[in-house]
């Protein structure tokens, strides 16, 4: 695996583009997958790459795991596409399950991450108008900086990252924005048309950033005491990747709508979903919000088997464990390197040392070594194996790691 590292920054750098067809809103690592296993990716060359990133989340239970495959072969050779204008004998027992998983009564099931955002805010602000008796058109929605809830337009509006909404506007009113972290600032900015605080209770795309330890009880107490809906948005942190089926647990708190997404999908279809009790999620009625593809019965099949497999806690105990391991490892590098280290679980956020490289450029050195992750900002790294990777090969990777800050 002998990566060029000048060459790639030079594409990066948008000189000779291997994808002339493909829109360039992404400057990928140079490594073409051709077939995938577990933890491991294998190149069209034939290398093969442990991947520390797992489709940010997406593949929480590694690539193509056997139990999921299985689930979406059977549903293919069933029934896949039926559109929500009549049932299917799959969504049900989908969303039974998810609810159970989150302890809520129901479950409106969409696509992708942004799509399960998007509906959350509809569903906050119905909420509102109809049961809180907010005045029409006079909803907000409180955010967090350095928010990442995916990429339409209503949501790179409250972004406060430029590269996400520069030159995207006008975008939506109705969202203030307070620091992560500050519960004071939050109890600050409720007011009585606030119909709910849209939050991740670990920011991902941020740098996994972890909140002080008060900051998520307190805002769902100020949720309580003023009527405000708490939405977590756990497409990234939820369905074991911090070692809990929940982000939020790690903090006993209990939000009143869950956004789902990323591994839902067991890393073969995009699966999302808002979970919530039937007095919030009840406000949407027929031909008030859809989806042609959301809850259909291939997404629903994998979506029931990821719970399945949820469903016993084995896969968060494994997150946990070997997420004390990865933790342990990584807080070696702090002083010869690495500033700092963050996250819970599988799940780390990795400043590097000024001088290493940027994070881009120290992510094309750890792919020559083997080991595929992802940049964040400037010079932050982001790791997130998929679950099934075992305490060798985070040692493996560890190792790997000390070469590349080291060269
Ligand atoms: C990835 C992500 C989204 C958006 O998901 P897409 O499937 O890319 O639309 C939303 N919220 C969080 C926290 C995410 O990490």
Same mark, same amino acid.
């Given at each position: 695996?002998?990566i060029?590292?000048?060459?790639a920054?030079?594409?990066?750098?948008?000189?000779?583009?291997?994808?002339?067809?493909?829109?360039h809103n992404?400057?990928?690592?140079?490594?073409t997958?051709?077939?995938?296993?577990?933890?491991?990716?294998t190149?069209?060359?034939?290398?093969r790459?442990?991947?520390?990133l797992?489709?940010?989340?997406?593949?929480?239970?590694?690539?193509?795991?056997?139990?999921?495959?299985a689930?979406?072969?059977?549903?293919?050779?069933?029934?896949?596409?039926?559109?929500?204008?009549?049932?299917?004998?799959?969504?049900?027992?989908?969303?039974?399950?998810?609810?159970?998983?989150?302890?809520?009564?129901?479950?409106?099931?969409?696509?992708?991450?942004a799509?399960?955002?998007?509906?959350?805010i509809?569903v906050?602000?119905?909420?509102?108008y109809?049961?809180?008796g907010v005045p029409?058109?006079?909803?907000?929605?409180?955010?967090?900086?350095?928010n990442?809830?995916?990429?339409?337009t209503t949501?790179?509006?409250?972004?406060?990252?430029?590269?996400?909404?520069?030159?995207? *506007?006008?975008?939506? !009113? #109705?969202?203030?924005?307070?620091? =992560? $972290?500050?519960?004071d600032?939050? %109890? +600050?900015?409720?007011?009585?048309?606030t119909?709910?605080?849209?939050?991740?209770?670990?920011?991902?795309?941020?740098?996994?950033?972890?909140?002080?330890?008060?900051?998520?009880?307190?805002?769902?107490?100020?949720?309580?005491?003023?009527?405000?809906?708490?939405?977590?948005?756990?497409?990234?942190?939820?369905?074991g990747?911090t070692?809990?089926?929940?982000a939020?647990?790690?903090?006993?708190?209990?939000?009143?709508?869950?956004?789902l997404?990323?591994?839902?999908?067991?890393?073969?279809?995009?699966?999302s979903?808002?979970?919530?009790d039937?007095?919030v999620? *009840?406000?949407?009625r !027929? #031909?008030?919000?859809?989806?042609? =593809? $959301?809850?259909?019965?291939?997404? %629903? +099949?994998?979506?029931l088997?990821?719970?399945?497999?949820l469903?016993?806690?084995s896969?968060?105990?494994?997150?946990?464990?070997?997420?004390?391991?990865?933790?342990?490892?990584?807080?070696?590098?702090?002083?010869?390197?690495?500033?700092?280290?963050?996250?819970?679980?599988?799940?780390?956020?990795?400043?590097?040392?000024?001088?290493?490289?940027?994070?881009?450029e120290?992510?094309?050195?750890?792919?020559?070594?083997?080991?595929l992750?992802?940049?964040?900002h400037?010079?932050?790294l982001?790791?997130?194996?998929?679950?099934?990777?075992?305490?060798?090969?985070?040692?493996?990777?560890?190792?790997?790691f000390?070469?590349?800050?080291?060269?």
């Amino acid at each position: 695996m002998a990566i060029d590292i000048g060459a790639a920054l030079r594409v990066v750098a948008d000189e000779p583009n291997p994808e002339p067809h493909v829109a360039h809103n992404y400057s990928p690592i140079p490594v073409t997958a051709a077939t995938a296993e577990g933890a491991w990716v294998t190149d069209v060359d034939g290398a093969r790459y442990l991947d520390c990133l797992g489709a940010y989340s997406a593949v929480n239970f590694g690539h193509r795991h056997p139990a999921i495959v299985a689930a979406a072969l059977e549903q293919i050779n069933r029934v896949t596409l039926t559109s929500r204008a009549f049932r299917s004998d799959r969504l049900e027992p989908f969303c039974a399950a998810l609810a159970g998983l989150a302890g809520k009564d129901m479950v409106l099931p969409m696509n992708t991450g942004a799509e399960a955002v998007e509906s959350a805010i509809k569903v906050a602000r119905k909420w509102g108008y109809e049961v809180k008796g907010v005045p029409d058109l006079q909803a907000q929605i409180i955010v967090a900086g350095g928010n990442f809830h995916g990429r339409t337009t209503t949501i790179v509006g409250f972004s406060d990252d430029p590269d996400a909404r520069n030159g995207f *506007g006008p975008f939506t !009113p #109705g969202f203030v924005r307070v620091p =992560f $972290g500050d519960a004071d600032a939050v %109890a +600050a900015a409720i007011g009585p048309d606030t119909v709910a605080i849209l939050i991740e209770p670990i920011q991902g795309e941020a740098g996994i950033i972890v909140p002080p330890d008060d900051f998520l009880p307190r805002v769902r107490d100020l949720c309580t005491a003023h009527g405000v809906l708490m939405i977590a948005d756990e497409i990234q942190s939820g369905l074991g990747r911090t070692g809990k089926t929940f982000a939020v647990e790690h903090w006993d708190v209990v939000p009143d709508i869950y956004t789902l997404g990323k591994a839902l999908g067991g890393g073969l279809v995009p699966v999302s979903a808002v979970v919530a009790d039937h007095d919030v999620l *009840g406000v949407l009625r !027929p #031909g008030q919000h859809g989806s042609t =593809f $959301g809850g259909n019965p291939l997404a %629903a +099949a994998v979506g029931l088997r990821v719970v399945e497999m949820l469903s016993d806690g084995s896969w968060q105990a494994r997150a946990a464990e070997l997420g004390e391991h990865l933790h342990t490892r990584l807080r070696d590098f702090v002083g010869s390197g690495v500033i700092a280290v963050r996250g819970k679980g599988l799940w780390a956020g990795i400043d590097l040392e000024p001088g290493r490289g940027t994070g881009k450029e120290f992510c094309l050195r750890l792919a020559d070594h083997g080991v595929l992750a992802k940049d964040t900002h400037d010079s932050t790294l982001r790791l997130a194996p998929p679950l099934v990777v075992t305490h060798d090969e985070i040692d493996w990777m560890a190792d790997r790691f000390a070469t590349a800050l080291h060269s």
